[in-house]
């Protein structure tokens, strides 16, 4: 019987870690409140228990491990570990592990993957972060942004709180693939 529960309890810890292949980070808006009580400014799925560019995220039973290497391929061992419970707000963020990514409505969605030849298949972080909101960050100055199928604008606003008065304007056209900034292969999609 004692053996029985033992094995169980194994299944159901070996199951909790073979589903949790990607990790949910949820941003929120915030202005003196990190509570996680306003509108989500990003989302983001980093696949489990891989090195992304120097960090990585380990789902163990409840909770999330965030492992800080000392080089960017993960090689030259841990310097900081930091440990955070599922679903609990934290400085406006929350950690979740999930079976699968999703595309955010209304977004657009960063793709990074190791090279540009399977990069739908084997995406290790998935970004999407929400088209025509004023999205407010108390370190920069508030943004919108907003794209089509070919490119992408990012509106900076004078002021950290809000989105009044005139935004400068950037816009980037959109390459299907890109490994022109780093070793990683990046893709945007607009997917209003
Ligand atoms: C990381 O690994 C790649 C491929 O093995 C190698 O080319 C690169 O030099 C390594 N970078 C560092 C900082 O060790
Ligand atoms: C940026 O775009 C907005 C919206 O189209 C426009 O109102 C604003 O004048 C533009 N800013 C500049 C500096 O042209």
């Known amino acids: 019987m004692k053996l029985l529960l033992q094995l169980l309890i194994l299944a ?26 306003g509108e989500i400014i990003s989302t983001t799925y980093n696949r489990e228990s891989t090195c992304l560019d120097g960090t990585e995220y380990v789902c ?55 090279t540009c030849d399977d990069w739908k298949n084997t995406p290790d972080s998935i970004l999407s972060q929400p088209l025509n909101k004023c999205i407010i960050n108390p370190s920069e100055s508030a943004t919108v942004f907003t794209c089509t199928s070919d490119s992408i604008t990012t509106s900076t606003y004078p002021s950290n709180d809000n989105c009044n008065g005139t935004p400068s304007n950037f816009t980037q056209t959109l390459p299907e693939c890109d490994t022109k900034f780093t070793k990683y292969a990046y893709n945007h999609i607009c997917n209003q």
């Open 12 to 37: 159901i810890i070996f199951t909790t870690l073979v589903n949790g292949q990607f990790v949910q980070l949820n941003y929120y808006n915030y202005q003196n409140d990190q509570s996680c009580n």
């Open 60 to 114: 163990v039973g409840n909770e999330v491990q965030i492992n800080y290497y000392r080089d960017s391929n993960c090689t030259q061992g841990i310097f900081q570990q930091l440990t955070q419970e599922n679903g609990v707000c934290q400085g406006a963020l929350t950690f979740n592990c999930v079976d699968n990514y999703q595309f955010v409505e209304n977004s657009i969605i960063t793709i990074i993957s190791e």
